[in-house]
């Protein structure tokens, strides 16, 4: 069946990059998301890349998708504190359908 | 533009007791979702809509859960008897149709302690 895996816990030091890191089993997929959910919010649309994308750069964000390896990566630059918060990974079928990670906490370290 | 409004904000409820949640899509946003957060987990589908059309409700549990999206705008989301385990965080989510990617709105969502 469909799954998507992140790690749970990400720390970086304030300035540094942070890559944020998903597998998903199922190539079907027509789009991948990155979601942010800050303490108390809702999830927030971040980025998107289509799946016959390699790579998608937005400001400070870098979307890298290898299809071969079912992988895909979020990189943030120049790390913030107000980049705290829990990162989703999600991928899309052909019904709309999304099919989510458990999430990437990134803490931040001064 | 106004986003998704859901309410309440918080709701504890003894278990056995019933509860519905209520959530208002964004105007014009012909799909609707509800997804059950368990905390430390992503969001789990339970049921989405196309307009007032049920498209998937595959992880909905029937027994106790139901959902009703009237005239194709707000929807309301109820679960009697309520069980321990449905304590969570249950988002409102809506996106506009058609083809390509489709971003999805996500209310603040409504936490639900059952004790």
């Known amino acids: 069946g469909e799954d998507v895996e992140q790690s749970l816990f990400l720390s970086v030091r304030e300035g540094d990059s942070s890559v944020i890191n998903c597998t998903y089993t199922d190539s079907s997929s027509t789009y991948l998301y990155w979601y942010k959910q800050e303490p108390g919010a809702g999830l927030q649309l971040l980025t998107y890349?289509?799946?016959n994308m390699d790579m998608k750069q937005d400001q400070r964000l870098t979307v890298l998708l290898n299809k071969k390896d079912k992988h895909l990566s979020l990189r943030i630059a120049d790390t913030q504190t107000g980049d705290s918060a829990i990162y989703f990974c999600a991928e899309q079928y052909s019904n709309y359908q999304l099919i989510w990670g458990a999430g990437t906490k990134l803490i931040i370290k001064p | 533009e106004a986003g998704v409004a859901q309410s309440p904000r918080y709701k504890i409820i003894e278990k056995r007791q019933s509860v519905a949640f209520w959530c208002n899509p964004i105007?014009?946003?012909?799909?609707l979702y509800w997804y059950q957060q368990i905390l430390g987990q992503g969001p789990k589908l339970l049921i989405q809509?196309?307009?007032?059309?049920?498209?998937?409700d595959s992880q909905l549990p029937k027994d106790r859960f139901s959902a009703e999206r009237l005239k194709g705008v707000d929807s309301t989301l109820k679960i009697q008897p309520a069980k321990l385990e449905d304590s969570a965080v249950y988002l409102c989510?809506?996106?506009?149709?058609?083809?390509?990617?489709?971003?999805?709105?996500f209310g603040q969502g409504t936490r639900l302690t059952v004790v």
């Open positions: 105007s014009g946003h012909a799909t």
């Open positions: 809509f196309q307009n007032n059309g049920v498209v998937d």
């Open positions: 890349i289509f799946s």
């Open positions: 989510a809506s996106s506009s149709s058609g083809t390509g990617n489709t971003e999805a709105f």
